[in-house]
């Protein structure tokens, strides 16, 4: 049944402390009782249309955090330990819970940071919350941001046109653009550019982070420290989670988010959670093409139907096989296709080894580097030179936002190492973390080395399926920095990101070995000084050893069937 809808605008929701929210509410036009949906958003609720999910028979309730758009109060920033986040979220349920037409059963749903508060809101456990989708959100603000490092361009963006913004209204600061669509404007018609390249960040000027300003140069003198630690909270929580997130987007960190939830979970919290993993960007659910690549009619899902369908389980007992669904939903990429599994890792994921070798320099696709099953007989290596006021940069999507892309615009550059196996004869599956050993030295005492997995087809588009990184100052944790002695060989493990590509006959294996991704990561600055603090930049001469006692390679967490090569 579909219902009418009716909007209540900014109802006030009253916090313990006397603050007041404000809710706008969607009635379905019907006597109920009706269970309760609620998301809490920074984001302004006006920007929010929640008649859907009225429309399918539920109370649905969109709230300002505190000191957001209408709602009254002071807004702190994930940056802090504490944000009171997980009390208002109480709060907030329990008000959702006695609206009138109610019939007490709450969900909350949500991605991004709307999913970070509803963790913190989980964790103290109302009693009127039964289930909820908390998506693509990182355990660690550590996963979100990098081992060690800072994300400039996901950052500004996110600060100048959707936060900073906010901040400059409600302090009715002049000058500036009080509104996204100026923000963005202002942002994209120059300004980037500057603060993009801008050094160090810990002296940004205040316009770019306003009030959160203290916050953020406190979080840069110690990066390693994570505000965040939502796998802790998982202990408390005690509800199940439908969790929907990309290959693209933050699904590394979320993966361990969903692994956290599994282990620490309570009852139906471990038990009952769902994860889909599919082969978008953040937040882009209905997409199937993403810049040049197609994932083809089965890659988009419906967020809001399969939402739908987890709450009208939980919350009103209606069964339309969401029982009979599988604990995680994987897209293969490259099979373009989805498969159901019982968990995450694949217990059956078998070691598969690629070591790097080269006939010739392997600088470029071009160059003489290989991949292969069996270790080089001679030890070698590759040279290149990582110049960070001349980086690689990234190859992003609208508004800064990572996507699958094709690696091909990079073909020239000699500070890219390239290994790639010959063309498959059978399927190769990879699903879960690759993980790359690299022996390698440096001229200075900290750099970065970025490897990045490749699926090169035979027409030569090369699209990235996974990458990770190291900061050589935290190769033993971010606990424990320590510098390396220039010239001196050091072995580093990088794992990267979670994945599942099925490598079809006729394609190449292909890892890229580099030393910067701008502005997805920071530019190491190649010097012994504090990164987010000194401006200046060095070149470094970089090495790559393979053969010999250097057995620089690849681990890839292989999926056995048949036929494959």
Same mark, same amino acid.
């Given at each position: 049944m579909k219902y009418e809808v009716t909007v209540q605008r900014d109802l006030a929701v009253p916090m313990r402390d006397g603050v007041s929210l404000r809710a706008d509410l969607y009635r379905p036009e019907a006597e109920g009782p009706f269970p309760v949906l609620v998301q809490r958003t920074p984001y302004d609720k006006r920007r929010q249309d929640l008649r859907r999910y009225a429309e399918a028979g539920y109370l649905a309730v969109c709230v300002d955090l505190r000191g957001r758009h209408a709602s009254d109060g002071q807004w702190r920033s994930f940056l802090r330990h $504490?944000?009171?986040?997980?009390?208002?979220g109480y709060d907030t349920i329990e008000w959702a819970a006695q609206l009138p037409g109610s019939n007490g059963k709450v969900g909350t749903f949500g991605g991004s940071y709307d999913a970070w508060v509803q963790w913190k809101a989980a964790?103290? %456990?109302p009693p009127s919350l039964v289930a909820m989708s908390a998506q693509t959100i990182p355990a660690?603000?550590?996963?979100?941001?990098?081992?060690?490092?800072?994300?400039?361009?996901?950052?500004l963006h996110w600060w100048v046109t959707k936060m900073?913004? $906010?901040?400059?209204?409600? *302090?009715? %600061?002049?000058?500036? =653009?009080?509104? $996204?669509e100026g923000e963005r404007r202002w942002l994209y018609g120059g300004e980037a550019g500057k603060w993009l390249y801008f050094l160090p960040w810990s002296e940004l000027p205040q316009n770019v982070f306003e009030d959160e300003t203290d916050a953020m140069q406190a979080w840069l003198k110690a990066p390693h420290v994570d505000p965040w630690k939502l796998d802790e909270d998982c202990r408390e929580v005690t509800v199940p989670n439908l969790d929907i997130v990309g290959w693209y987007d933050h699904a590394n960190g979320d993966l361990g988010m969903f692994r956290a939830l599994m282990r620490e979970g309570w009852g139906p919290a471990r038990e009952g959670s769902r994860l889909i993993v599919g082969p978008w960007a953040h937040g882009r659910w209905d997409g199937r093409v993403f810049g040049e690549i197609d994932f083809g009619p089965e890659a988009p899902i419906d967020a809001v139907a399969t939402e739908l369908s987890w709450f009208d389980y939980h919350l009103k007992g209606i069964d339309a096989g969401e029982s009979e669904r599988a604990r995680v939903r994987l897209f293969v990429m490259g099979d373009n296709r989805w498969r159901d599994e019982s968990q995450w890792p694949l217990e059956r994921a078998q070691e598969r080894l690629l070591y790097l070798s080269a006939n010739g320099p392997a600088n470029t696709p071009a160059g003489g580097g290989t991949l292969a099953g069996e270790p080089p007989d001679d030890q070698g290596s590759d040279h290149y030179r990582f110049d960070p006021r001349d980086p690689v940069l990234a190859l992003f999507g609208p508004d800064l936002i990572s +996507?699958?892309?094709?690696?091909?615009? &990079?073909? &020239? %550059? *000699? !500070? +890219?190492?390239? #290994?790639?196996?010959e063309p498959l004869k059978g399927r190769v599956e990879v699903t879960g973390n690759p993980v790359v050993t690299l022996f390698a030295s440096s001229s200075a005492p900290d750099t !970065? /080395? /970025?490897?990045?997995l490749i699926d090169v087809a035979p027409d030569g588009l090369a699209r990235d399926v996974a990458t990770g990184m190291v900061r050589a100052r935290y190769r033993h944790g971010l606990d424990r920095p320590e510098l390396i002695t220039p010239g001196e060989v050091v072995e580093y493990t990088i794992r990267l990101g979670?994945?599942?590509?099925? /490598?079809?006959?006729? &394609?190449? +294996?292909?890892?890229?070995?580099t030393s910067s991704h701008f502005p997805a990561y920071d530019r190491n600055h190649n010097t012994a000084a504090d990164q987010n603090t000194?401006?200046?930049?060095?070149?470094? !001469? =970089?090495? +790559? #050893? &393979?053969?010999?006692g250097y057995l620089s390679r690849v681990s890839l967490p292989w999926i056995p069937t048949e036929g494959d090569g």
């Open positions: $504490e944000t009171g986040e997980g009390e208002d964790a103290t %456990r660690h603000m550590t996963d979100l941001e990098g081992p060690g490092t800072i994300r400039p361009g996901k950052r900073s913004a $906010e901040l400059r209204r409600r *302090a009715n %600061r002049p000058g500036f =653009q009080h509104r $996204e +996507i699958a892309t094709d690696q091909r615009p &990079h073909a &020239h %550059r *000699a !500070d +890219i190492l390239v #290994y790639q196996s !970065d /080395f /970025f490897a990045r979670a994945t599942s590509n099925a /490598f079809l006959p006729g &394609h190449r +294996i292909r890892l890229d070995i000194d401006a200046t930049l060095v070149t470094a !001469d =970089q090495v +790559i #050893y &393979h053969g010999g």
